[in-house]
């Protein structure tokens, strides 16, 4: 049971560049969250999902966009990269939003330059 | 706005000593409560998941507790060994998201 996958693990990219940060889960979550985590500060979410073609925006979405075409699979996309940027991104999921622990992946390590 | 708040930032023990973190919360309209453990370089591991209407949780070594009104939660880590050595984190859930706290980093010397 490989649980939350998130590719790829490290990235170097360039100011106006773009990509797309890549997460799967296989344990048939419903909830699924992007986290991005600054040194010395908590996680900050930046976007959510409760289900296929459902997602919705957390604390600090721009700059980003997610889609969710499947239960499986919700990617993180960065248009424009900005120095801002520069963080670790993680994904995590959940069955259920009340009644259920949180699962994370191992994270993406970005440096925006 | 939820604000978590996790003191001491940091915490150096040596092993075997029993230990408390602490946790706190401004909105005590929370569905949950968890605790994370995150190793360098890693993600986060929940250790200990509190609902609204429990009082606390136990696994292994650990136990946490939950007082809404107060908005306070502690885990308490009994026996600490060097293996417990990692950051701590606590996180409420209000709506569909979570609050995470900025952690606490835990070294037990041998």
């Known amino acids: 049971n490989a649980g939350v996958t998130q590719t790829p693990k490290f990235r170097i990219l360039k100011i106006g560049q773009s990509m797309t940060l890549q997460c799967a889960q296989d344990?048939?979550?419903?909830?699924m969250y992007w986290y991005r985590q600054d040194p010395g500060m908590g996680l900050k979410l930046i976007y959510y999902?409760?289900?296929?073609?459902?997602?919705d925006k957390g604390e600090v979405p721009n700059g980003y966009n997610v889609s969710r075409s499947t239960t499986e699979d919700f990617p993180l996309r960065l248009e424009l990269a900005a120095p801002s940027q520069t963080s670790v991104y993680f994904c995590a999921s959940s069955l259920d939003r009340v009644g259920e622990k949180l699962f994370f992946g191992s994270g993406t390590q970005l440096s925006v330059l | 706005k939820q604000e978590v708040t996790q003191i001491p930032a940091a915490l150096s023990v040596p092993e075997g000593e029993n230990l408390v973190l602490n946790c706190s919360f401004t909105?005590?309209?929370?569905?949950?409560l968890q605790w994370f453990r995150q190793d360098p370089g890693k993600g986060l591991t929940s250790l200990l998941l509190?609902?609204?209407?429990?009082r606390e949780q136990t696994s292994g070594r650990l136990n946490a507790s939950l007082d809404k009104s107060s908005g306070r939660s502690t885990l308490y880590i009994a026996a600490s060994q060097p293996g417990d050595s990692a950051t701590y984190l606590c996180?409420?859930?209000?709506?569909?998201?979570?609050?995470f706290g900025t952690g606490t980093s835990l070294t037990v010397i041998p």
């Open positions: 909105d005590s309209a929370i569905y949950n």
């Open positions: 344990m048939n979550h419903n909830y």
């Open positions: 996180a409420v859930m209000k709506g569909n998201q979570f609050y």
């Open positions: 999902s409760v289900g296929a073609g459902i997602t």
């Open positions: 509190i609902q609204s209407s429990q």
